[in-house]
């Protein structure tokens, strides 16, 4: 059969998808791109906010239109989505053949190979809420997490471009962020082990994988879980000795599990960038405790000087949140303040979201939608500005770029990003004289910077012979 996927999300849930791709091929089925061509259709779900479970069940509906009309026999929802909504999608919308929750990823091929079960549905939009009226678990018995967990063993297949891959060394989580449903959906902690991430980086590298980005729900907590301390630190090093890779990368770290040698391994290690993705979420003491997040404003700079001291050069990333319950006027200039003075290479700035099956649920969501939002436009004027500042600065600065291929608006120019830039979350660098037809996608240049585009960097590449 065809089975078309769509994969919503972030990288992690993009992972899975790849599994499951890499699954259904191994069972002799063909992935097409074309949805209207599919027997069968699985999208690949996200819950996280608000936003995001919107767009999920937007491409639901816009996929059980495909089956009422068009090819496709079969309709499958996996994801976070499923975990978290899995009687309610199928009760909602009836269109849907098969549920599958983040820990059924190897269920895929045989929900791929059952007969359909769905039926037509009445159309209307689901419910973004939790059905009320459903029963709960009987008392005392304890609802089962999550526990699947991929290996280098595991089919994958990547949807990348093929010069980068994530690779996910844990899943779960056991923090208790009062504004985050992923324990419920993702379970407890668990991570890989350092033989099985090399070995999957070794057979990624020889597929011609040049960038590897390592994730997690925190990815520092590495190894704690299963009483290996300084495990990421040997598993940076040890990676640092894959033939073929050039950049290693670290996304989503925690404040209280960055430990020295974690950041000794980086600065040690030529092929691990040096780049740190530190998720604070806010710098006003009562913000974070009613996070139930570690640390304050002050612990926080304390935290970035020790990074910035072991790390000369480093990069740093963070996301934060505005207009959680109960946040003042006040707060939220503790917060910019702390963004104007930390200095922040890339900053992502979300409006909190009221999420049911958070602790912060049953805090009131006090602060307004405009409010909210005009914070967030406060704090990206101020990340403006600041960048704006710092690329001034660079004008002249000597760099190495990999190239990810032609640019979208042009496709006589080249895109491509530093070392202290990541994939789709970060601002890229735009390639001034190379030419697309010579230089491939994963490919290393040599150049100057010359100037910027908003936040984007413009380079000159050097000639050849001065490249090193």
């Known amino acids: 059969m065809k089975i078309g996927f769509v994969s919503l999300g972030c990288p992690k849930n993009l992972v899975d998808s790849e599994v499951m791709i890499g699954l259904v091929q191994q069972a002799g089925h063909d992935v097409t791109a074309d949805a209207s061509s599919a027997d069968v259709l699985v999208v690949n779900t996200c819950a996280f906010i608000d936003s995001a479970k919107q767009e999920s069940v937007d491409t639901i509906l816009e996929l059980a239109e495909l089956k009422k009309t068009g090819r496709c026999r079969k309709l499958i929802v996996t994801g976070c989505l499923a975990e978290r909504y899995r009687g309610e999608l199928q009760q909602q919308i009836g269109e849907i053949d098969a549920v599958l929750g983040t820990g059924e990823v190897p269920d895929i ?34 609802v089962a997490l999550p526990d699947y967990l991929y290996d280098a063993d595991t089919p994958r297949t990547l949807v990348t471009p093929k010069h980068y891959a994530y690779v996910k060394v844990a899943e779960g989580c056991d923090y208790t962020c009062s504004f985050c449903i992923i324990p419920t959906l993702r379970g407890h902690y668990r991570s890989r082990t350092p033989q099985s991430i090399v070995a999957e980086a070794r057979r990624l590298a020889g597929q011609g994988v040049r960038e590897l980005l390592l994730i997690s729900q925190d990815t520092t907590f590495f190894g ?19 033939d073929g890779l050039e950049w290693i990368r670290l996304l989503y770290l925690y404040p209280t599990t960055i430990t020295d040698d974690m950041l000794d391994a980086m600065a040690d290690s030529e092929k691990v960038c040096k780049y740190v993705d530190l998720p604070l979420q806010h710098a006003a003491p009562g913000v974070l405790k009613r996070m139930k997040r570690p640390g304050t404003g002050t612990t926080y700079r304390r935290l970035l000087e020790r990074i910035r001291a072991r ?62 939002r005009r914070r967030r436009t406060a704090l990206m004027s101020t990340q403006k500005r600041l960048v704006r500042k710092a690329q001034r600065a660079r ?25 202290s830039q990541a994939p789709d979350i970060d601002s890229c660098v735009y390639l001034t004289g190379a030419d697309p037809e010579t230089v491939l996608p994963g490919g290393l240049l040599d150049g100057t910077i010359v100037g910027s585009r908003e936040y984007d960097l413009v380079v000159e590449p050097l000639p050849a012979a001065d490249c090193g």
């Open 109 to 142: 091929v045989g929900a791929v190979t059952s007969p359909a079960a769905g039926q037509p549905g009445a159309g209307v939009p689901m419910r973004l809420y939790r059905n009320p009226a459903a029963a709960p678990p009987p008392a005392g018995e304890a």
């Open 311 to 372: 790390v000369p050069g480093v990069a740093l990333r963070t996301t934060l949140i505005v207009g959680f319950p109960g946040e003042t006027a006040e707060e939220f200039e503790t917060l910019k303040a702390f963004v104007a003075d930390v200095g922040f290479d890339h900053l992502g700035v979300f409006t909190y979201s009221h999420e049911e099956g958070t602790s912060a649920f049953a805090l009131p969501d006090d602060v307004p939608a405009g409010v909210k």
């Open 395 to 419: 004008i002249g600065e000597r760099v190495r770029v990999m190239v990810d291929g032609p640019s979208p608006e042009h496709g006589l120019v080249l895109r491509g990003r530093l070392a």
């Open 224 to 242: 704690v879980d299963r009483g290996e301390r300084g495990a990421l630190a040997r598993l940076l090093r040890d990676l640092n000795r894959v």
